[in-house]
């Protein structure tokens, strides 16, 4: 279907891709505004975040980009069956558990089990996610003037050569972000109904769980757990390395990591550690009935569940690139690229998912702009060694650079300071110090104070740089983002500098009146 | 009692204070550790935000400072009274509003109206405010060294001379910071019972209000009228000017505005602008029954009602500054203080709530430390006149720099360049569209999303800065601390920086993608 003159609303998108996705003779979606057997500068091949993002730019900078994408939507799998997912459940995991630990206090009602469901939940996304498509498939091309083919398979037949919808296109460059796809591990059983991941959670569960085995420790353990376990579904992780301890997470500071852990305990979540899943049982009908895991003991033992829960990363969409293109790959399957986004053929870029890195949000789109600066002439490197991060649990816990450990490695003991909430005191009933009391944490601090989270501050005393901080509550994510490019620009953040900043009382994390209150000190002291 | 050798834990210091303010008989508490004859570097006389900061500062830099408090405690008003209510109350409404939205929809139970009350949040509040309390004497104590004598009314006798406890202290300078106290409008029947401010109603508040009048138009009227609303006692503002235009308010943006004003009206409650109170009006017990209203129209009603709520700002605390010190005061009778925070008498600093600019904590704070600093011989002046600003109804409101209009005005409309979500478009359904779809708005997102809240950014697109950001949602109040400092470094913020931070997806603020999206062009466009 050629719609280059047509201007759907909203509502007409939504329909047209709900009836794309229903029907699997449905048509390509084809918005080619051009001339279509002139060379473009790009093709994106994939259209989620990496390739939006970039051929958005791309265009900006006068470029002529195209996305193909299998889906009849743009946005790839962040609105459809991941980030977005994730998010919707995290916020009703974080408000089930204040309504647990609130149930028949204050003006909360005594907590109705039978009302939390997952399924319903599920539901809820899957009835609203049409919108995001809608808007992004509009967006991309009334606002940003990108040429796309939707509904349509890319064919990558050589490095400047692709077919889709029965058409052939050249490029002087192609950009792959074909995505990722969630790993299943070598684990008997996993064929069974009752077995999930992130991906057919959303698209195919229609029971409710009642007892939750999560093979795998990841942020998606984590978070997803922490949602079953909030709705009432008996949550077990089974995890070969400690929570947040697995090499995919960096700077997680240590009593950060309690604070976050210990917290998923005292909600009745199992964690077993240095754990080992040997096999997931069938019930005689084809369903999962039990997990055997072998515990960090030795001892084998089978938890009884209805409900497997996969979370062990996941795994780049190579075989085009691996079987036409002879793109080199990593030891854990991911393209190798350089910091411009090539790989090594010259003329093909990778992004996303694709590559290297957290499997996050700002790396997606910004690897897609790199190469679309890159291709246009721009000589820009992307590093993302180095970023800010975040998980979810029933809190929002958020970190960028150093841990405390890591500073004191890094720039003697005796040249760190830490200014936290609780304080840095010997002695102090801390648990039950409703402190921090800060938004988003006021009802925990006025009533259940040892709930209202945990802050650190991590600082160089020589140089008086802020190097490192952690925070567990909620509210201060966004911030995340700045102090990232604060502490990483070339001449960092100071606490001077942080401690005369304008508070936005009762800041969810208090780091700029802290910061003052020590620093008025030549020699820093801890709080 | 001299308390310089003990070191009471917090739960002893709960007593002892506790004790001390339903003893009108109780003993000043002194914590004195030096020569008290010696001469102190500055007197700070109130240990509210501004004098606990800015003696925590100067001791910090060798100084020596001494507090003197009326009260028993230090923090001054803010945990006792005023923003730390403010904020517990506030997420109540926010809880409230939600699980009124959500009603017997989805884990929410059918909304009981009955378990609702003012009058237990105040409860909530009461039993828990002697900690922040505890945690200050204790902190200032132990943590930062500051002397002080507590729950002792300090007497200046001149500007070098205080007395306080019996005793006579000489300090080479004073530091005013003796708070402000709620105005109380030329209007008849406020002594009526059930007639409240922000004091009284944590003070003495004895009874469920049903019906409620707000007398002024407030940030305080907005924040403590949506929890009152939000409990279910309907609510009526009575206020001259329209909500955020009071000339106490600044950067306002009109569409910011509009969403939060018509959220309020959407939530029930009643807003008469342009609406001068008459009187309040006696049931003949002694207890307010009815407020009489001129209208807009010039008509005159009278409105049931069995609670007033006066929220019309706040006067400093000046007697003593005025006849002993001779303090030069400002038509709406705030002390005049230079940026140094100096008074027209030498030797003689004004801080916090008694000077002019915003009665906010970042104010109160940074002058006292200003005070402290300038004291100390470093020449360092505090331009408050520019801060971001946030207020809560339900959402939580907060802006900073210009507004699209003042935008406009300053730079000429062709060069201003908007980025907002819901976007910048005609003819698309914007108050259905559930954008934006943000951490914190993801229940309403999904299910009733005209409630998924508003954001805006403000650029010059000549020199491509950012020069205004306006949010109405939950979760962005802690970052615009730092897009405050941002887009007021000297080299201000441009699209470009922002549009190359690493974002924390979903974030409550979409500014760094939505820039990234329009950062490519050389030329930039609305989005």
């Known amino acids: 279907m050629d719609i280059r003159d047509q201007h759907f609303n909203l509502g007409e998108w939504n329909n047209i891709i709900e009836s794309s996705l229903s029907d699997p003779d449905s048509e390509p979606l084809v918005n080619i505004v051009g001339d279509e057997d002139a060379l473009y500068d790009a093709i994106y091949v994939g259209g989620g975040a990496g390739g939006r993002f970039g051929s958005a730019y791309m265009k900006a900078m006068g470029g002529r980009p195209l996305i193909i994408d299998a889906w009849p939507f743009l946005g790839g799998s962040c609105p459809h069956q991941a980030c977005v997912p994730h998010h919707l459940f995290s916020e009703a995991a974080e408000e089930l558990d204040r309504m647990r630990w609130f149930s028949d206090e204050l003006f909360f009602p005594k907590f109705d089990q039978s009302r939390a469901s997952i399924l319903e939940m599920v539901k809820l996304f899957l009835a609203g996610r049409g919108s995001a498509h809608a808007f992004m498939n509009w967006q991309t091309k009334e606002q940003l003037d990108v040429e796309y083919i939707l509904n349509a398979r890319a064919t990558i037949i050589d490095k400047t050569t692709v077919q889709a919808a029965g058409r052939t296109f050249k490029a002087k460059n192609l950009v792959l972000g074909m995505g990722a796809r969630p790993i299943n591990p070598e684990i008997p059983g996993l064929d069974l109904r009752g077995v999930h991941d992130f991906v057919s959670l959303v698209e195919t569960l229609d029971y409710e769980p009642t007892k939750c085995v999560i093979i795998g420790g990841s942020k998606v353990a984590m978070e997803y757990g922490s949602f079953f376990q909030a709705t009432g579904c008996d949550t077990t992780i089974v995890s070969r390395s400690p929570l947040m301890r697995t090499k995919s997470l960096h700077h997680v500071d240590e009593d950060l990591r309690q604070y976050v852990v210990g917290g998923m305990r005292k909600r009745g979540m199992e964690i077993l550690e240095g754990a080992h899943p040997i096999s997931v049982n069938d019930d005689g009908s084809g369903r999962v009935q039990t997990v055997t895991v072998r515990l960090a003991t030795g001892e084998e033992v089978e938890l009884d569940t209805d409900f497997v829960f996969v979370a062990c990363g996941e795994l780049p969409n190579t075989t085009q690139a691996r079987e036409v293109l002879d793109i080199d790959l990593s030891e854990t399957g991911r393209v190798i690229v350089n910091k411009r986004m090539q790989t090594n053929v010259p003329g093909v870029y990778a992004i996303g998912d694709m590559i290297d890195g957290p499997m996050e949000m700002f790396k997606a789109r910004k690897s897609g702009v790199t190469a679309a600066r890159n291709i246009m002439g721009e000589d820009l490197e992307f590093d993302y060694s180095e970023f800010p991060d975040f998980l979810h649990t029933t809190y929002e816990v958020t970190w960028v650079g150093l841990t405390e450990a890591e500073a004191r490695d890094e720039y003697g003991s005796e040249n760190v300071i830490i200014i936290q909430m609780p304080p840095y005191v010997e002695g102090l009933d801390t648990p039950n110090l409703p402190l921090p009391c800060a938004e988003g944490t006021m009802l925990y601090a006025f009533s259940k104070p040892e709930l209202s989270g945990y802050q650190k501050l991590v600082i160089n005393g020589e140089t008086r740089k802020v190097v490192g901080a952690h925070h567990v509550g909620y509210g201060a994510k966004d911030a995340f983002q700045y102090l990232d490019y604060l502490i990483h620009r070339p001449d960092g953040l100071t606490i001077d500098e942080l401690g005369w ?27």
Chains 1, 2 share one sequence.
């Open 501 to 527: 900043m304008n508070e936005l009382f009762l800041n969810p994390e208090h780091f700029v009146q802290l910061s003052r209150l020590r620093a008025g000190n030549a020699k820093l002291r801890h709080l």
